[in-house]
């Protein structure tokens, strides 16, 4: 791409990155239930003041859901809704942070701060464009509306009742997801879904205490019940082995399938200097759109301290997790899996279900997704633009698709090194620059 127009003086742009600034300063940790009220009052004014948005504050439960809606002068068809959350990931560990995570600090050309990246950032870029759309055209393209929620980081707790209740407001033909960032090769990424996930615990309990471990000779612990459960549920490919695990999944389409081929493969051996092979009886790329998958996230028991004790522990516990895509549902899957340890005989092993939401995906092929990926494609230089079909992490997309049945596409002013959820969470000034002016343009061809 070209030069870009914009610069920190332009003053929409200084206002903005000052209300950025605000914004980082209240710490919004949800998982603290932090500043939630504070936050969503400066984010209704915000809206208020720049964009002279009608904004309204839900307040059902702990963290309030912001809604607003901006309305052309000529009564429009089109409707995009703009979804972004206000809250962030807790700032620990502290000490591994170069600067406060909740001060904005801005070098020649970084911005760092707790949720620059995931996705206050990307919420104040897009205000910025819609006030430099509204300074040249004193009109709003199409019917804007603006929802944000304050409990995205802890599973959108509270976003399914809120919907419920609203969803008549939020008809839309496109949602424009909370985020999104440039991949290692400097491709502007635009994702049109999120997988699922069902988080789950096993715990195995033997016996009333820790025997001596003579007696493994007759009795087996809790580790061992345990390490034996998790094996049953999956061989060394990946693949599941839970009966009818994977009878709901929809297959990729075509397009979607040709989505994914057409970029590149990130080498991830070199990446994090694996020490182990990858699990491919597909592609790279199809695997991390496309397949479900099982994830041992920690596991407890026994003796771990110092030196030696034989002991043969009582109890031993896990925690896991499956990504899922379309159709499968959790709560489904829960079942399937509890049947089916029980039917490999560990009655004695404890499933409980921890949390779960399901998958969307689309094919980004509608007139609105193929304007704005053209656009990002003249913007951004045609092989400098991703387009996939899924992200290999989740959100709460489907909750929205299902409410409106509008198409969801994800993408923002991050890059590969942004670190969200981590310290040092960064944006560059630069993405964040190209970002607003490719919003302009987007909404220059809506
Ligand atoms: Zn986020």
Redesign the pocket.
Known sequence: MGEIMLDQTEPIIAQSLKDLKNYVALASVSAKQQAQKQTAQFIKQLLEDRLDATVQLFNDYQAPLVFAQLQPKQPSETTILIYN?YDVQPEEPLDLWQSDPFILRQTAQQLFGRGVA??KGDFISRLAALQLYYQEHHDWPCNIKFLLEGE??IASQHLGDYLAKYHDLLAADLILW??GAKNEFEQFTIEGGNKGVLCFELTAVTADIDLHSSYAAVVDSAAWRLVEAIKSLRSVDGQIKIPGFYDEVVPPSVTEELLVQENQVPNLTNKWNLQVPLLQNKSINYNLAFAPTINIEGLSGGWQGSGVKTVTPKQAQAKLEFRLVPDQDPQVIFDKLTTYLASQGFTDIKVQYLLGEKAYRWDLQSDMAQKLITTAKQFYGDQQVAVLPSSAGT?PMHLLHYYTQADILSCGVGYSKSG?HAPNENIRLRDYLEFIEFFVDFLNKV
């Open positions: 959350h995931d996705c995205e980081e909370e985020s959100g969200p």
